[in-house]
């Protein structure tokens, strides 16, 4: 969940975190493969305030304390498995089809932290992936994320339906093996076209044939009922919801389907979901990623044997695009889209990781690729089964219409083309044999004021989600990072204060 922004959406990454390794992963280099609902207690609240001057400085209103009656929890909560930080678990029965309540019902995990000081409702918290389990990530972050904001609140997180042991989640699961495989290469004609879709279908078959009611409700649409399942379980109070990269998009899920029952919300490092022109969103992600390359090659500009980069880049991806280029090391080959995800990734890390970037730039354009090789994982841009992301995100239709995408995108991001967008992330749905249930659309009107927050491209993409509701504001961070909450303490402190008396920070804010 914490690693750079093209691997926000696992359909435009290049590497993941591992399964079931609990805490967040550390910010990769670039030579890794690319690509707090409070429950709020029911009563009278005031809209969110933005905060200036003294504003800042006030302590809760009383209308916030008289918004604090406790309202009746109806989970059984005792000590999680393995628990060593006093975390308390329940379960939660919920259909596996929201459209079949009296149907098949699957278990979700809930876990608690309760607050520290008097709870003042409960804070709902999931951190994306899709799949990070909830439960184990809280109980790692425990001591340096929510120490604060635990004197006044409850943080409650749950592990996804069908994320199971594979991916260190307690909930049901979906049995079958998660692959990372290669994006497949754009199709060459309708043939292609065709072979792309049969190969995807048999992968996705693999997975679906073990639970086919499972498989075709993992959208976040469907997370998005889990999270009002939970809020009612917790007793009904409005919902404020942290929601970190993926979980972004269950967030916007979330209040398309019950916008009355927001109260906060955070979107953290995450994109839009929440848009009727979808082709422009693709260009916005495009454009991101240009800029990312555009921000290496200014500072390149000023520093001796990198003044000439940006000329060398694009010559370099023109003849990788007509012959791959050897990584002799790894006895492998990049095309021009290959080496383009991987600079996306690595100019997004910052200056710390610009000057190993130019080099391995020059080393390729003088015949070996070697430096792009990924020190861990699949050598090649990846991307993992797409159960969630396949749901979430149309895919082409045809041939004709994934070339004028791609033609379109390559225009507006003439260094970075289409690499880590969802153009070269939804070539795995492709033939998917669950349709898109969870389109993006905007959100509707009556939402309370939402909260943003990101760095470099994120900020900018939550923003197009944000300003759809007024009032709302977005944190920004210009720099590198995904999310903002667990390392940046100038966001959290704004976060915090949303999230506990409504109070939104002034716009612009910068951190």
């Known amino acids: 969940m914490l690693?750079?922004?093209?691997?926000?959406?696992?359909?435009?990454?290049?590497?993941?975190?591992?399964?079931?390794?609990?805490?967040p992963p550390p910010e990769p280099s670039h030579r890794t493969s690319p690509a707090l609902a409070l429950a709020h207690p029911t009563g009278t609240h005031q809209a969110a305030t933005r905060t200036t001057?003294?504003?800042?400085?006030?302590a809760r209103t009383t209308a916030t304390r008289q918004a604090t009656a406790r309202t009746t929890d109806t989970l059984d909560w005792r000590s999680c498995p393995a628990d060593k930080i006093g975390m308390e678990c329940a379960e939660l029965q919920v259909p596996v089809d929201w459209q079949k309540p009296d149907g098949r019902r699957?278990?979700?995990?809930?876990?608690?932290?309760?607050?520290?000081?008097?709870?003042?409702g409960s804070l709902l918290v999931a951190y994306g992936g899709p799949g990070a389990p909830g439960i184990a990530m809280t109980q790692s972050a425990a001591q340096g994320w929510w120490t604060d904001l635990r004197r006044r609140m409850d943080i409650v997180t749950w592990d996804t339906r069908g994320y199971g042991e594979q991916f260190g989640g307690l909930s049901t699961g979906l049995p079958c093996t998660w692959t990372r495989l290669p994006l497949p290469a754009f199709?060459?004609?309708?043939?292609?076209?065709?072979?792309?879709?049969?190969?995807?279908?048999?992968?996705?078959?693999?997975?679906?044939a073990k639970d086919p009611e499972l498989f075709a409700h993992m959208s976040s649409a469907d997370h998005a009922r889990d999270?009002?399942?939970?809020?009612?379980?917790?007793?009904?109070?409005?919902?404020?919801?942290?929601?970190?990269?993926?979980?972004?998009?269950?967030g916007q899920a979330y209040a398309r389907l019950f916008p009355g029952q927001v109260r906060t919300m955070v979107l953290d490092g995450t994109w839009s979901h929440s848009t009727a022109d979808f082709?422009?969103?693709?260009?916005?992600?495009?454009?991101?990623?240009?800029?990312?390359?555009?921000?290496?090659?200014?500072?390149?500009?000023?520093e001796g044997e990198c003044r000439a980069v940006r000329a060398q880049w694009r010559r370099l991806v023109a003849r990788a695009e007509r012959a791959p280029v050897p990584a002799k090391r790894a006895g492998i080959a990049y095309t021009g889209r290959d080496l383009q995800a991987f600079a996306v990734s690595a100019a997004r890390q910052g200056v710390k990781a610009w000057p190993e970037l130019a080099a391995d730039i020059r080393a390729a354009a003088s015949g070996d690729a070697s430096g792009f090789v990924p020190g861990r994982g699949l050598r090649y841009p990846d991307q993992a089964t797409g159960v969630t992301e396949c749901a979430d995100w149309p895919r082409p239709a045809d041939r004709s219409e994934l070339e004028a995408v791609i033609a379109r995108l390559r225009r507006a991001a003439p260094d970075s083309g289409t690499a880590n967008t969802l153009v070269t992330g939804t070539l795995g749905c492709v033939g998917w044999p669950v349709p898109v249930t969870n389109p993006p659309a905007p959100l509707p009107k009556g939402l309370p004021p939402l909260l943003g927050a990101g760095a470099w491209g994120e900020s900018d993409a939550v923003q197009r989600v944000i300003q759809q509701v007024p009032g709302s504001a977005v944190v920004r961070h210009e720099g590198p990072g995904h999310t903002l909450y667990g390392t940046n303490t100038c966001a959290r402190a704004h976060i915090n204060r949303y999230l506990?008396?409504?109070?939104?920070p002034p716009t612009p804010s910068t951190c």
């Open 3 to 23: 690693t750079s922004i093209t691997v926000a959406l696992t359909l435009l990454s290049g590497s993941a975190p591992a399964p079931g390794t609990g805490a």
């Open 53 to 58: 001057g003294t504003q800042q400085a006030t």
């Open 106 to 120: 699957i278990t979700l995990k809930v876990g608690r932290l309760r607050a520290t000081g008097t709870s003042e």
């Open 187 to 208: 199709p060459a004609d309708d043939a292609d076209f065709g072979r792309l879709s049969d190969a995807n279908r048999g992968y996705a078959e693999a997975c679906r």
């Open 227 to 250: 999270m009002e399942a939970i809020r009612k379980a917790l007793g009904g109070a409005k919902l404020n919801y942290y929601g970190a990269s993926y979980a972004g998009f269950y």
């Open 279 to 302: 082709s422009g969103e693709l260009v916005a992600m495009a454009r991101s990623n240009q800029e990312a390359l555009d921000r290496f090659f200014d500072w390149c500009a000023g």
């Open 500 to 504: 506990t008396d409504r109070s939104l």
